[in-house]
């Protein structure tokens, strides 16, 4: 029996005999061409991700099948979602977040989504929906991602996020291989989004 467990902007998450199967569905208001030709390539492209960080045996979903079109069947992780278990033991969670990451930058890999509700505490900490994750060796890349990260911790964890962030970072200077770039164009980043911010207001 299938059973709708979430549904995001570009997809749905069923649970079918203890397996999690992502479909991403059609949007009308795109051409229809394009909306096939982007939803295959969304699936192939996150299968493909999936795929390397088992190779480098990286605490992710496994792919167990794919269509290549539009469905990708993946393995359920049993565990506690990050976000309703940051309060306790934060620093220790935050460390494996942020050398987690930096292994995932290494490899080329950007999330694309890092909060805290895409990340579950089960052994150790697994990352958890990479549909918008893509290959890229750009610094400004790696910079949004941590960016992304540290505006998830502020919004969800506003009292301890910047703590949180720290130690995330911290750990994650420690093992990203190019982290005085990452973290130099990071600070360009957040010059960037206050400069905007204040120009709005």
Excluded at 53 to 62: E, S, V, Y
Excluded at 77 to 100: A, Q
Excluded at 139 to 146: G, Q
Aim: hydrophobic residues 35%; positive net charge.
């Amino acid at each position: 029996m299938k059973k709708l467990i979430a549904q995001g902007a570009e997809a749905k998450l069923f649970l079918e005999d203890g397996k999690i199967l992502k479909n991403r569905f059609r949007k009308t208001y795109r051409i229809r061409e394009i909306d096939y030709k982007l939803r295959g390539f969304r699936t192939r492209r996150e299968a493909k991700i999936l795929q390397k960080l088992k190779a480098i045996n990286f605490p992710a979903p496994k792919v167990i099948k794919t269509d290549e079109k539009e469905n990708l069947i993946i393995e359920k992780i049993n565990g506690k979602l990050v976000k309703d278990s940051l309060d306790k033991n934060y620093s220790k969670i935050c460390s494996e977040i942020g050398r987690k990451v930096a292994i995932l930058h290494n490899n080329t890999i950007i999330h694309g989504d890092l909060t805290t509700s895409n990340m579950i505490l089960s052994k150790e900490i697994y990352f958890i929906d990479f549909g918008l994750s893509f290959f890229s060796e750009k610094a400004e890349d790696r910079a949004v991602d941590l960016h992304l990260l540290k505006e998830g911790l502020e919004s969800k964890h506003y009292k301890i996020w910047e703590e949180c962030f720290k130690c995330a970072i911290g750990a994650y200077k420690k093992e990203a291989r190019r982290s005085h770039e990452t973290l130099k164009r990071l600070e360009a980043v957040e010059k960037r989004g206050r400069y905007r911010a204040k120009k709005g207001s």
